[in-house]
């Protein structure tokens, strides 16, 4: 099988018109005769849900939350890009175009990039007229800020809270279309198998969270806009809930996965405090603007911060990035905080943490204006480690924050299944190796805004769709598969709960396919990871029945998968003989310690196909093009 | 219940200011002025007011008892530990102070107005001697007692049920909140303290008949 | 220190339910409220027992999933915090503590501490949201908004929908809820249009989902995690 992106040729300008142009359309009258589904009620999904009902098509969406408004999208601090250029200060969309796909580190696709840069001008008009309550500067006219590293102020935000204001914006749009009985909401269900029929996508099964009946569900097109799979990691910044299944359950059915070892860790997390740690909490990237960050000269100082003089601090980044400093890329930091913590340099109680330094700041500027800046975030931090930031330094560490692998799509958003789509996080396509702060939100309102809602009308149009029931072989066998895996699950009735797995599979993808990996770290986990799976499947206890809210189930269920995704992603990473973004392997690395990429071998999307239980994934490679972004080599000196 | 209530509310008020007439100078006042009240010409106007007031408690109770049921209705199992965060007390009290306050009422009508409790004294036909008959009742220190008891339930009352009436009607914004509820407490307390002054200053010996 | 808890136990709907005591012994003073429930449910499954059931998701206090009355109280004793931000630092040594679900009509009980939410979004759906379709917006500074509009509306909007201040009401009243969402599209030049059938469609829906009516307790107000006015 050979990949086809389906992206379009000619000027990068006018492709996405040229291309919709194209497009067949559904007659608005018929609209009405075609079911779509639509898994996960995020900002992809829930734009999704809400436009499609809005064009007429008749919309199942999909969530395992109580309600489609707490999808993950709700964490989402930071902000929004558009090129907007509202200050003049040259930004375009050209230019966004260009910073994604460097910051991609040249491992996404031009095209794609250059329609989301398109993109997001719209997007901030949608939400301001849904009622977003974006930052506004005296005169009323929107604010920006800047946001991770970036030279322009694009990034358009609502307090600390812009994920959330933007998914209420969303959701309401889907409230309301439920209120006009043009969508059907199912919360507290989860999808757990797809139904193809004749090579095509056409339905899901389910499982209905609180009483447990397993179900059905047919269309014309089924939407996976289920999020990203950091939680494989056990920690990450991501919510508890949060998992591949749907994604890796679609792939198990043909759907190709692609990039699965692109995962980005973001530098300032607060560090684990214990074994009992269940998520960890990102604090934005801001406070690098001014905090400090060290740690001792002496491995295993344990004097405490204040105690230690100047000349025993090693301020590391600003060493080594005499340049950029505090406020090098996201990656970057990581890697460095966790190598002088690997150096016996770490602090706190875990050894796995370095100081976020404020003493400095507050000397410079004042208490006031620190409070001012940062008043909410420290409280944040004292809340939840009950220490004072004022007082004594911040320990932060990295955590697994976002995931850029995902499903494979082509320019369509759909992936090689027909009828299959994915969008949001789920899939790979928009931010190659490495995502741009206040980028995922962009794309996940472009996709469901605005591309799938002009691309799914095509399929639609030119597809023979017969109807489909219950009693089709292929409905019977994606139920039965669902049974079983949960029967399975239940009947084992083993020694060791959900957690413990999930635990140790998360600890060591984190120590050998985390920050940073190597061939025989790769192969290592390679190696463990299948016994681990079988101990799983022999020992594991899932306690309660199947009929009824059964939290472990829903756990278990999920944690086997994760062991699946786990192993093709350290594969990826195996294969992957380059650093590049998120992806660093120890290895290929520049003289002073960047990470080293080989566009000659490696400028390609790796799409794994599914072959069946045991057997080696098939890897198909999707080659990139740049016409007008040409790679080079990323320095912060 | 915020209209009965307003009628209520402005019921006791204009009550009180009648009743302060008890202190001026000219010992008669307060006579004539119930005899201003009874005077046949005003008698139709008098039982208006009567039948408006009978119509406003009793539209009010309903108005209570219905809001009790709806509110049972929406919480049928309760908690095995409920603790009330402080806020205030007198709006989580409004089901006692309310049905205290009407039996005070029934029991002040019996007194000072059909004279059921101690016989009352007439200056003329239909001219009830209101000031003998008062400061009477209020040398009952038991009659005293009840009635103080009473006002400062009235109060708790109506600071919560003025400024309940207030955000029932729409009158609020969040600038002005806490001024709304200054002033429900300032007109609760006056009204208070001016109804309550009455039997003190009987019971202190100020006003005599 | 060691924690005594009596939750309540509700296997489904249709069961009564019962408050049951467990002791979790060494907890630390770091552990979040509900990591003090995940180690508790840990010990239950080693027994061989149902683990409490409980929502949450972001733990970190945006998504509005998590929340139980702890001693009475709508997500614990501080004010300001939802249950998955309240950490055991709070609590000292052989501490009682009474877990309990939502209580409301609208609220219908689940299992455990988790309860049906769904008559939130029902409210939303019958006004809650501005009519705009996709694509049809003009562009965002055509139409200014100043500044304390914007951010009063955002101080509405910060509503997560936990459902703590039903829980709270004696009334059981959803009226802080709604005002929130009237305040943050009311403030909002967008939201003029659909104003008062916004109010009347959200009004009817509450009456029709069985929540209780506002008699301005101010309960909600104490508890509200976001500090909604
Ligand atoms: C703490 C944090 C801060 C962030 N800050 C920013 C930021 O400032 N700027 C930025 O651009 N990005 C940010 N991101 C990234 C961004 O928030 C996410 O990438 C984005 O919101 C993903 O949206 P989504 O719609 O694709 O998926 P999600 O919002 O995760 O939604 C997933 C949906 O799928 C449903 N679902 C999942 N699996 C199933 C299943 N099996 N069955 C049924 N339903 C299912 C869920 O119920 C949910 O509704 C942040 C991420 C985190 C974790
Ligand atoms: C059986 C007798 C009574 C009961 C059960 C009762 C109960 C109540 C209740 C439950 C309220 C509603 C509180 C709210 O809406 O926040 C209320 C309001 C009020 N009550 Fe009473 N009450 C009684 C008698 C009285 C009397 C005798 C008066 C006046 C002298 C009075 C004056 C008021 C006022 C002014 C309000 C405010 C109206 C409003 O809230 O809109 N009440 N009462
Ligand atoms: C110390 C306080 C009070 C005093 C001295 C007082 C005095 C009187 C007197 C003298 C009368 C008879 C008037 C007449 O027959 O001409 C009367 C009637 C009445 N009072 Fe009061 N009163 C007091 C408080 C109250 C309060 C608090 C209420 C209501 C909450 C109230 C409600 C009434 C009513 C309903 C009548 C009957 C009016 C009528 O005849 O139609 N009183 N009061
Ligand atoms: S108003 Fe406050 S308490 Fe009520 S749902 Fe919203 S956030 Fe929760
Ligand atoms: S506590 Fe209840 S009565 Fe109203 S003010 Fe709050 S909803
Ligand atoms: S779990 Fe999301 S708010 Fe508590």
Known sequence: MTLDSKSPGGPIETRWDRHRFGLK?????????????????????????????????????????????????????????????????????????????????????????????????????????????????????????????????????????????????????????????????????????????????????????????????????????????????????????????????????????????????????????????????????????????????????????????DAERDYYLERRYPSFGNLVPRDVASRNAKMVCDEGRGVGESGLAVYLDFRDAIARLGVDIIRDRYGNLFEMYERITGEDPYQVPMRIYPAIHYTMGGLWVDYNLMTNIPGLYAVGEANFSDHGANRLGASALM????????????????????????KIDAAHPAVQDAERNVTEISQTLLGIQGSRSVDSFHRELGKLMWDYCGMSRTAEGLQHALNTIPALRDQFWRDVRVTGQGEELNQSLEKAGRVADFFELAELMCLDGLYRNESCGGHFREEFQTSDGEAARDDASFSYVAAWGYRGPGAAPELLREPLEFEYVHPAQRSYK | MALTGLILFGYVLAHMIGNLQIFSPDRGQLNHYAAFLHASSNLALLWLARFILLGAVIWHIVAAVQLSKIKSDARPVGYVKKRDVPTSYAARTMMWSGPIIAAFVIFHILHLTTGAVLPLKEVGANQPDVRYNVVSGFQNPFVTGFYILAMVLLCMHLYHGLWSLCQSLGWISPRHNQKIKTTSAVLAIVICVGFISVPLAVLAGLVTY | MRI????????????????????????????????????????????????????????????????????????????????????????????????????????????????????????????????????????????????????????????????????????????????????????????????????????????????????????????CPKGIK
């Open chain 1, 25 to 309: 359309l559904v007659n608005p009258a018929n609209k009405r005769k075609h079911t779509i589904i639509v898994v996960g009620t995020g900002l992809a999904g829930g734009s999704a849900a809400a436009t499609l009902a809005e064009l007429g098509y008749n919309i199942k969406s999909f969530c395992f939350q109580d309600s489609p408004r707490r999808a993950h999208s709700i964490a989402a601090q930071g902000g929004i890009n558009a090129a907007k250029n509202y200050h003049n200060d040259g930004d375009s969309v050209y230019r966004l175009f260009y910073d994604t796909v460097k910051g991609g580190d040249f491992r996404s696709r031009e095209s794609n990039v250059y329609r989301l840069a398109q993109i997001s001008v719209n997007i901030i008009d949608q939400c301001v007229a849904q009622g977003v309550p974006f930052a506004r500067e005296y005169s009323g006219y929107l604010d920006n800020r800047s946001f991770g590293g970036a030279q322009v102020s694009r990034t358009f935000y609502a307090r600390g809270q812009t994920g959330q204001q933007l998914l209420l914006g969303a959701y309401q749009a889907l409230e309301h279309q439920i209120g006009q009985g043009r969508v059907k909401m199912y919360p507290r269900t989860e999808m757990l198998d797809l139904i193809m029929v004749d090579g095509r996508a056409r339905g899901i099964v389910t499982r209905d969270l609180v009483t447990g009946r397993i179900e059905s569900h047919f269309a014309d097109a089924v939407v996976l806009a289920t999020g990203g799979y950091g939680n494989v990691y056990y920690l990450s910044t991501n919510a508890k809930g949060s998992n591949c299944t749907a994604a890796w359950r679609a792939h198990k059915r043909g759907a190709l996965f692609a990039n699965p070892c692109f995962t980005q860790i973001h530098p300032t997390c607060i560090p684990v405090s214990g074994d009992y740690q269940s998520k960890l909490t990102l604090m934005s990237e801001s406070l690098r603007n001014d905090g400090r960050v060290w740690v001792p000269v002496k491995k295993g100082d344990k004097r405490a911060p204040n105690q230690i003089p």
């Open chain 1, 443 to 466: 794309q996940g309102l472009a996709d469901g805004y605005f591309v799938l809602p002009n691309t799914i009308n095509d399929y639609i149009a030119s597809s023979k769709l017969p």
């Open chain 3, 4 to 223: 005594v808890l009596h939750i309540w136990r509700q296997r489904n709907a249709s069961d009564k339910g019962r408050m049951a005591r467990y002791e979790v012994p060494n907890v630390s003073e770091h552990m979040s409220f509900l990591e003090m429930l995940d180690v508790l449910n840990e010990s239950l499954i080693a027994r061989n027992e149902d683990p409490v059931a409980f929502d949450s998701d972001c733990r970190e206090g945006i998504c509005g999933m998590c929340g139980c009355m702890v001693n009475g109280v709508a997500h614990g004793p501080v004010p300001g915090t939802t249950l998955c931000q309240l950490h055991m630092r709070h609590f000292k040594d052989g501490d009682e503590l009474y877990l309990e679900p939502w209580r409301a009509r609208a609220f219908p009980v689940i299992k455990d501490l988790v309860v049906d939410r769904r008559a939130f979004d029902r409210l939303i759906a019958a006004g809650g949201y501005i009519s705009v379709s996709t694509g049809s917006a003009p562009d965002g500074n055509a139409m200014l908004v100043p500044k304390k509009d914007a951010d009063r509306a955002m101080d509405a909007a910060a509503c997560i929908a936990c459902g703590a201040c039903v829980a709270m009401c004696p009334n059981a009243s959803a009226s802080l809820y709604m005002a929130a969402k009237v305040a943050h599209l009311g403030t909002l030049p967008q939201g003029q249009p659909e104003r008062n059938s916004r109010v009347l469609g959200m009004v009817a829906q509450a009456k029709a989902e069985m929540f209780g009516s506002c008699t301005n307790i101010g309960e909600c107000e104490a508890v």
